[in-house]
């Protein structure tokens, strides 16, 4: 008879399902909690708990690739990023496939070089902007300047009647030139908002100010702003229909948000009404207890707020309050048998080994001060050792397998004479 495995699709995680993420891939931890992969990829990228994945190798059809497309061209067949492929490419000393084409400054060039403003320049030279204001700096060449007979004085008279950018438009010149001209003679600037008029003022009295920003197609937030300059003070809003003696005793008896739903009246009225009348909330915000700020320092965010039964903006607000941080289940310290095993292999590797990032191997070992692994470097045993001066040199090197500069090198550091 055939034993069906238990679906524990639709039952919730546990805390210590939950720490495994991340550190296993999915599928071997689907299998392990007879959960759909979907699910397991789903409930970790919710969690934000992030898969180290080790870093693709290069094979040696790829790197046949290499400069027979374009860096953009090849990233995208091979799934690679664009700086990876140019990296190796560059690592390879290959061309690229498009190398860029400078195009030098003539003598000819040179001599219109602040002539006239770098945009007409480059558009008479077929350049871009910056490739002319990058030459011209290069030469010491000063700016092309505006002669002070083109702003005669019915010009100047129109700085500050409109926006710079409008009168730059107007007389085509630079919105630079234009504005540092204004501010030379100290006009101020012109306003692009509407201001507001007398009779727009005297109806900021009549109304609320979402209705009179309708009405005057504004913001509400021009409409407040206005009202605070004018020093109107703005008044608690009167529905229209006061309540009943029915409603008002509904106040205080449950929250005003089923209050509000229940008699048809907005939030603010009710609560605005229960304070007036000095009644308290019906539903107390719930105290926290000492087993709750224990999970605090132990549990993230979310899973503290789905266990607690809290709001997730309840628990910040409660970390914050104790000075607490934000736990993070991926971090450990370092024992003594992982410290021991830094700069033996590569930090990639060693990562995959003991389940951490690579970076934080990086930090670790600088901390530290271990250096990285040399995959050339092979420490000397004892025996090893043992085997310098007895025999030739030539003959060591040949027995362990090592270069003759290596064993000439370790048997001078030891001080052991050389045998002919």
Not at 290 to 297: F, N, S, W
């Amino acid at each position: 008879m055939l034993m069906h495995k238990k679906n524990r699709r639709i039952e919730p995680w546990t805390l210590g399902e939950a720490k495994q993420l991340g550190k296993k891939p999915d599928s071997m931890l689907a299998h392990r909690f007879r959960r759909p992969l979907k699910d397991v990829t789903a409930e970790r990228e919710r969690r934000r708990v992030r898969l180290i994945t080790p870093p693709r190798g290069w094979t040696a059809r790829e790197i046949k690739l290499l400069g027979r497309y374009t860096d953009a061209e090849l990233a995208r067949r091979l799934r690679r990023p664009r700086w990876d492929v140019r990296n190796r490419r560059i690592e390879f000393r290959i061309p690229p496939l498009c190398p860029h084409l400078w195009k030098s400054f003539s003598p000819e060039e040179d001599r219109l070089l602040g002539t006239k403003i770098d945009r007409e320049v480059a558009r008479l030279l077929g350049r871009t902007k910056d490739s002319v204001l990058h030459r011209r700096r290069r030469l010491n060449i000063p700016s092309f300047k505006t002669s002070p007979l083109f702003w005669t004085e019915a010009r100047r008279k129109l700085l500050g009647t409109m926006p710079d950018k409008e009168l730059a438009r107007r007389l085509k010149r630079s919105y630079e030139s234009v504005a540092a001209l204004r501010q030379r003679l100290g006009i101020p600037l012109c306003p692009a908002r509407n201001l507001w008029r007398p009779e727009e003022d005297k109806l900021l009295r009549t109304a609320p100010p979402k209705e009179i920003a309708k009405r005057l197609n504004r913001s509400l937030g021009s409409a407040r702003g206005r009202r605070i300059a004018l020093g109107i003070r703005s008044r608690p809003f009167k529905s229209r229909t006061p309540l009943t003696l029915a409603e008002i005793k509904l106040l205080g008896k449950m929250s005003d948000a089923q209050v509000a739903k229940k008699i048809g009246k907005s939030f603010s009225i009710v609560r605005y009404k229960r304070q007036s009348l000095g009644l308290s909330p019906a539903c107390l915000p719930r105290r926290w207890k000492a087993g709750e700020d224990a999970l605090l320092a132990i549990l993230p965010t979310r899973e503290a707020a789905r266990q607690l039964k809290r709001s997730v903006t309840a628990v910040e607000s409660r970390r914050a309050v104790l000075g607490m941080p934000v736990p993070n289940p991926q971090w450990r310290r370092y024992t003594p048998q992982e410290d021991r095993l830094l700069g033996t292999m590569p930090d990639v590797e060693l990562a995959l080994r003991i389940n951490r990032t690579p970076q934080g191997i990086q930090v670790r070992r600088s901390q530290l001060k271990i250096p990285k692994f040399n995959s050339k470097f092979r420490p000397w045993s004892p025996q090893e050792e043992a085997l310098l001066g007895g025999i030739p040199d030539k003959e060591v090197a040949r027995r362990l397998n090592r270069t003759l500069i290596a064993v000439e090198l370790r048997r001078s550091r030891l001080g052991i004479a050389k045998r002919g």
